[in-house]
């Protein structure tokens, strides 16, 4: 029988570069090279020997064949036999590539750590007409690959019509084909970032997965780009407006005037007012999504709240005009009184 064989402790940068990645991965030992690799959680085998296995105790591990890692290898092989299949597989998990949600703005792209480096940052992709995929940390880099591509095989003015059709670019630019222009550039780094996340997001990392799309049939099917009317970008905040004309308004801080101190407000009183209220109104509402700690949260601000204005200005009323409002609760205090007294109480 084969001798066990010690497990390494990971070092400090595989601990920090795994802590960068977050909750949906894993350390795992690689018995072939004898080392720490990170994989995603789905990607975990019940084979492995993972971090967590070897900080509660299972810190060697026996081959059953000597020189290899027995069931460790034939899980390593099929893998292998996976990735072999699926060339972008590899890709994912030497730069361990996933499609990530900034917290901040709700927007989405796709991240992975460059080679030798410890920090997550922004990749970017393209699949060129020979099947040659580019992959690079450097927008630059991959801009000119597809430009390049494009005009290689004669689809530069398809690029410039689709983003001409998704009210992308100016007519002005359509016409000219200035790939100098602003508008121009910004239209190619979105698509870029939308077919690099797309390409990599969409994949299944198994025999049965299909070849990516190229470039512009991507951007065509409709995965791609969204025009004005199609709602851009799935993650983009969203903003709601509320039907509430400035006759219900009107309504609301009479109303509200008569119950805190007995009168309506003057006209000077209710102009101000009015002006706050319908300012909120054409704000509207404003919806954004993020990914927290591996949740989806949504997160709504704004828009005309009746119950939460009515107690804002109800407070405001009272502050503003104390009397009035000492004199409203004495009144309603003594009608209530009197419909006590009249019940025969």
């Not at 601990?15 to 720490?36: H, I, M, T």
């Not at 299944?204 to 970008?233: E, H, I, N, Y």
């Not at 949260?297 to 109800?314: I, N």
């Amino acid at each position: 029988m084969a001798e066990p064989i010690k497990i390494s402790k990971p070092s400090k940068e595989q601990e920090r570069a795994l802590s960068l990645k977050g909750s949906d991965w894993r350390l795992v030992w690689d018995p072939q090279s004898k080392n720490w690799k990170t994989v995603k959680v789905g990607e975990v085998k019940s084979a492995d020997i993972t971090y967590d296995d070897w900080r509660n105790g299972q810190t060697t591990y026996t081959p059953i064949t000597p020189g290899r890692g027995g069931a460790l290898d034939v899980a390593e092989q099929t893998a292998t036999r996976e990735a072999e299949q699926d060339p972008l597989y590899k890709y994912v998990r030497d730069y361990g590539l996933e499609v990530v949600t900034d917290p901040q703005n709700g927007n989405t792209y796709l991240r992975g750590i460059p080679k030798g480096g410890t920090t997550a940052v922004p990749f970017y992709l393209y699949l060129d007409s020979k099947g040659v995929i580019h992959l690079s940390e450097n927008y630059d880099a991959i801009k000119k690959k597809t430009l390049d591509d494009l005009k290689a095989t004669g689809k530069l003015d398809a690029f410039f019509q689709e983003l001409y059709n998704k009210k992308k670019i100016s007519k002005e630019t359509f016409n000219s084909r200035n790939i100098q222009s602003t508008d121009f550039n910004a239209a190619l780094v979105d698509s870029i970032n939308t077919y690099s996340k797309g390409v990599i997001g969409n994949r299944q990392f198994d025999p049965t997965a299909t070849k990516a799309p190229d470039f512009l049939t991507f951007l065509q099917s409709g995965a791609g780009l969204r025009g004005p009317a199609g709602g851009g970008d799935e993650n983009l905040p969203r903003r709601e407006f509320q039907d509430i004309s400035k006759i219900e308004l009107n309504k609301f801080i009479d109303a509200i005037y008569l119950e805190t101190i007995g009168r309506k407000p003057s006209e000077e009183q209710r102009k101000a007012k009015l002006k706050e209220l319908n300012d909120i109104v054409k704000k509207g509402i404003v919806t954004t999504t993020s990914v927290v700690g591996g949740e989806i949260q949504t997160r709504r601000k704004g828009g005309f709240d009746e119950r939460q204005q009515a107690l804002q200005l109800q407070e405001e009323l009272k502050t503003q005009n104390p009397l009035e409002y000492e004199r409203r609760q004495a009144f309603e205090f003594m009608d209530e009184l009197q419909k006590i007294m009249s019940g025969g109480m």
